[in-house]
Nanobody, 118 residues
Framework: QVQLVQSGGGLVQAGDSLTLSCAAS????????MAWFRQAPAKEREFVAV???????SYADSVKGRFTISRDNAKNTAYLQMSSLKPEDTAVYYC????????????WGPGTQVTVSS
């Protein structure tokens, strides 16, 4: 497994921007698929974005065009840049990791709260 340490998050106003970070250790970072999920109160955890080995990325429709996932393999860190935040983006955000491209995510960060006020 990979150890994941999250930073960022907090309380912002609608329309603001925020960047989350997720530092990984325990595996060769360039061989890890990194993703972000979120869970709003009383809702299921949902996929937000993924950064695959090789650099391709995908996004949930709800965040496409507003959020950007990136990774710095030299720093073993993944980022989620969030802009034009909306109150419905309020959730606990989790980073996740898995070896390679296939299979389940086997490592999860502790989560960080993002609250967007209207």
């Amino acid at each position: 497994q990979v150890q994941l340490v999250q930073s960022g998050g907090g309380l912002v106003q609608a329309g603001d921007s925020l960047t989350l970070s997720c530092a990984a250790s325990g595996r060769t970072f360039s061989r890890i698929t990194m993703a972000w999920f979120r869970q709003a109160p009383a809702k299921e955890r949902e996929f937000v974005a993924v950064s695959r080995i090789g650099g391709t990325a995908s996004y949930a429709d709800s965040v496409k065009g507003r959020f950007t996932i990136s990774r710095d393999n030299a720093k073993n860190t993944a980022y989620l840049q969030m802009s034009s935040l909306k109150p419905e983006d309020t959730a606990v955000y989790y980073c996740a990791a898995k070896p390679g491209l296939l299979g389940q995510y086997d490592s999860w960060g502790p989560g960080t709260q993002v609250t967007v006020s209207s």
